[in-house]
Nanobody, 124 residues
């Protein structure tokens, strides 16, 4: 089992940047594919980005390609989401999630563990 704790959210103006971090407990972090999801009020949780266990493979939803970068440091048990050129429509609670196995997924139900979320608010 793994516990996930996100940090790094906050209030930023449009065009600004934030870096989210997700720290994982336990010694098996490198066995999990990791994902970032977001959920705005009144909307369903949506996929943002995911990364394979080794960090060698990444996938993004189209709306963040070229602006967001997912990365991980297995030595630090941490996954990151660098968010640049933020837009008001990026406003949401952001969650990291862990999935047992190598393959990443865009489907929330295919992830086994979730953090509590961190709020990102982008003002216009």
């Amino acid at each position: 089992q793994v516990q996930l704790v996100e940090s790094g959210g906050g209030l930023v103006q449009a065009g600004g940047s934030l870096r989210l971090s997700c720290a994982a407990s336990g010694r098996t972090f490198s066995t999990y594919a990791m994902g970032w999801f977001r959920q705005a009020p009144g909307k369903e949780r949506e996929f943002v980005a995911a990364i394979t266990r080794s960090g060698g493979g990444t996938v993004y939803t189209d709306s963040v390609k070229g602006r967001f970068t997912i990365s991980r440091d297995n030595a630090k048990n941490t996954v990151y989401l660098q968010m640049n050129s933020l837009k008001p429509k990026d406003t949401a609670s952001y969650y990291c999630a862990a999935r047992v196995g190598y393959y990443v997924s865009r489907t929330p139900n295919e992830y086994d563990y979730w953090g509590q979320g961190t709020q990102v608010t982008v003002s216009s």
